[in-house]
């Protein structure tokens, strides 16, 4: 088990393997899209 914490709130909250590589997907995935939608602004 890892420990992250909310950047928001800053509460401490553990995650297995699994729920790391989700909530690594679900970053990946926002930052491309930020990126895509600059980009199509243009």
């Given at each position: 088990?890892?420990?992250l914490s909310c950047p928001k709130c800053g509460e401490v909250f553990q995650?297995?393997?699994?729920g790391y590589?989700?909530?690594h997907i679900r970053y990946v995935t926002r930052c491309f899209q930020g990126n895509w939608n600059a980009v199509k602004r243009e």
């Open positions: 088990m890892q420990e995650v297995d393997e699994t590589d989700q909530l």
